[in-house]
């Protein structure tokens, strides 16, 4: 077997071996939940609860605002408190459910189905009805993705297995865990697309995962596994499809334009739990980790879940932490309060000792060009921050500004320690809202 990678990319400490060993532990709130109403790409969703009402696991409290959205479900029993603004990890102010949690857990009953009894149009009703969203970190809507224009000019679903971020294990446990759940999953997909074949991409620094779902491949003729380089950003969409199809897409591209569907492996969960068993997403892996973290370990938690909950289970903090960050340290956000809930999209909670970008000043560019060698989408990151700096929006554009997948590559590798990543994102999101807006 090939060892598939693409052009450009680092090698990051990648800080695995913290919670890599420690199997998925269930972990339930002591205190309330919360529940944003923007967890995902797209319209809000919109509560179809009020205060005073009592809850189940699993009843529907908020539904999809639009095509491009997705339903949000109670994660625990309880009453509904209030709906009302609060933070997210990135520190915006949005609308959600407040729940009382009554500590006894009692659940709707779901509605299981066999898979083979259920046409194409149902499969993508179940996966809207289970609010399943990209749960990598995008958060778009799942049933949009798997309801391309032309579903029969898709070729390849992409697995993502590479986990490349660092620190992050979530998606290695569940592989090495509930290998059956992610084929099943697969095969829901495949279901979708006639003409398609299953790839499960594992970078080869995981060797356990890749024998581990090789075992349970042996006798599924429409998936197959990929081994890629272990490299960042290995996972990231464009750089997956290139290295396994050799097919290029950019900014103004979907995957489907190229015959693709990328998924990673909590989604692919999701969606077979949400069409099989008939359970909406409520709940994900976080890995709760970092040196500063006196326990690291890998939990699943109920969306709505406090993240000081997560770090007080995972043993508190054994030293100060200086930098708290969502996610992991390359694509993360960094946080200043712990008072905020899980949602969807939530991997990692990332608590380090040391804050490398704080205690190192940024310097002048001394044109040395790693930036350049190291980007994965071949641009020119010191130049396109300098526009980013001056605010050079046609310079910026006209240098392929919005060809940028945001991975951190270029600040990683400078000298200089310039926040180059940060300086364009920052620009690219402006152009972003200025092409919306018009």
Do not use: W
């Given at each position: 077997?090939?060892i598939l990678?693409?052009k450009?990319?680092?090698?990051p400490?990648d800080?695995?071996?913290?919670?890599?060993?420690?199997?998925?532990?269930a972990?339930?709130?002591?205190?309330n939940?919360?529940?944003?109403l923007?967890q995902?790409i797209?319209?809000p969703a919109?509560?179809?609860v009020e205060?005073?009402?009592?809850?189940l696991?699993?009843q529907?409290?908020a539904?999809?605002g639009?095509?491009?959205?997705?339903p949000?479900?109670?994660?625990?029993?309880g009453?509904?408190?209030?709906i009302?603004?609060?933070?997210?990890?990135v520190?915006s102010?949005?609308?959600a459910?407040?729940?009382?949690?009554?500590g006894?857990y009692?659940?709707?009953?779901f509605q299981?189905?066999q898979?083979?009894n259920?046409a194409?149009?149902?499969?993508i009703?179940?996966i809207?009805?289970?609010?399943?969203?990209?749960?990598?970190?995008?958060?778009?809507?799942s049933?949009v993705?798997?309801?391309?224009?032309?579903?029969?000019?898709?070729?390849?679903?992409l697995?993502?297995?590479?986990?490349?971020e660092p620190?992050?294990?979530s998606d290695?446990?569940?592989m090495?865990?509930?290998?059956?759940?992610?084929?099943?999953?697969l095969?829901?997909?495949?279901?979708?697309?006639d003409?398609?074949?299953?790839?499960?991409?594992?970078?080869?620094?995981?060797?356990?995962?890749?024998?581990?779902?090789s075992?349970?491949?042996v006798?599924?003729?429409r998936?197959e596994?990929?081994?890629?380089?272990t490299?960042y950003?290995?996972?990231?969409?464009?750089m997956?499809?290139?290295?396994?199809?050799?097919r290029?897409?950019n900014?103004?591209?979907?995957?489907?334009?190229v015959?693709?569907?990328?998924d990673?492996?909590?989604t692919?969960?999701?969606?077979?739990k949400?069409?099989?068993?008939?359970?909406?997403?409520m709940?994900?892996?976080?890995?709760v980790t970092g040196?500063?973290?006196?326990?690291?370990?890998?939990?699943?938690?109920?969306?709505?879940?406090?993240y000081q909950?997560l770090?007080?289970?995972a043993?508190?903090?054994?030293?100060q932490?200086?930098?708290i960050?969502?996610?992991?340290?390359?694509?993360?956000?960094?946080m200043f309060?712990?008072n905020?809930?899980?949602?969807?999209?939530?991997s990692?909670v990332l608590?380090?000792?040391?804050?490398?970008i704080?205690?190192?000043?940024?310097?002048?560019?001394?044109n040395?060009?790693?930036?350049v060698?190291?980007?994965?989408?071949?641009?020119?990151?010191?130049?396109?921050?300098?526009f980013?700096?001056?605010?050079?929006?046609d310079?910026?554009?006209r240098y392929?500004g919005?060809?940028?997948?945001?991975c951190?590559?270029c600040?990683?590798?400078c000298?200089?320690k310039?926040p180059?990543s940060?300086s364009?994102?920052?620009l690219?999101?402006t152009?972003l809202?200025?092409?919306?807006?018009?």
């Open positions: 077997m090939g990678t693409f450009g990319g680092i090698h400490y800080g695995k071996e913290l919670s890599k060993d420690k199997l998925i532990e972990l339930n709130p002591t205190g939940l919360v529940y944003p923007s995902h797209g319209a919109k509560p179809i205060a005073g009402e009592h809850v696991i699993g529907k409290i539904e999809a639009g095509f491009v959205s997705a949000i479900y109670a994660s625990v029993s009453t509904v408190q209030s009302e603004s609060t933070l997210t990890t520190g102010v949005v609308e459910i407040f729940l009382e949690n009554d006894k009692e659940t709707v009953e299981p189905a898979l083979d259920l194409k149009e149902e499969i009703k179940r809207s009805e289970g609010g399943v969203v990209g749960m990598g970190g995008a958060g778009f809507p049933h993705k798997l309801s391309p224009k032309e579903p029969e000019k898709i070729e390849y679903i697995v993502n297995g590479a986990e490349c620190y992050l294990t290695y446990r569940r090495l865990e509930e290998p059956e759940k992610v084929i099943g999953g095969k829901v997909i495949l279901k979708l697309f003409n398609a074949k299953g790839y499960i991409c594992i970078e080869d620094n995981k060797p356990d995962c890749i024998a581990k779902i075992q349970f491949i006798n599924e003729p998936i596994l990929k081994k890629l380089k490299k950003p290995q996972g990231a969409e464009r997956l499809i290139d290295a396994v199809t050799k290029k897409i900014s103004s591209m979907l995957p489907a334009d015959g693709c569907v990328v990673n492996i909590d692919v969960v999701a969606i077979y949400s069409v099989v068993l008939g359970m909406p997403l709940h994900r892996i976080v890995t040196n500063a973290i006196a326990n690291p370990k890998n939990y699943y938690v109920p969306v709505g879940m406090n909950e770090v007080d289970a043993g508190g903090f054994k030293a932490p200086k930098k960050i969502s996610g992991g340290p390359m694509m993360g956000f960094s309060d712990l905020v809930p899980v949602t969807k999209i939530t990692s608590c380090l000792a040391e804050d490398d704080a205690d190192n000043p940024t310097t002048t560019c001394i040395c060009g790693r930036c060698t190291d980007c994965p989408e071949n641009l020119l990151p010191s130049r396109l921050a300098k980013a700096d001056n605010h050079d929006m310079s910026f554009i392929h919005m060809e940028c997948c945001e951190g590559c600040s990683f590798v000298p200089a310039r180059l940060q364009i994102k920052s690219r999101k152009a809202a200025n092409r919306k807006k018009n």
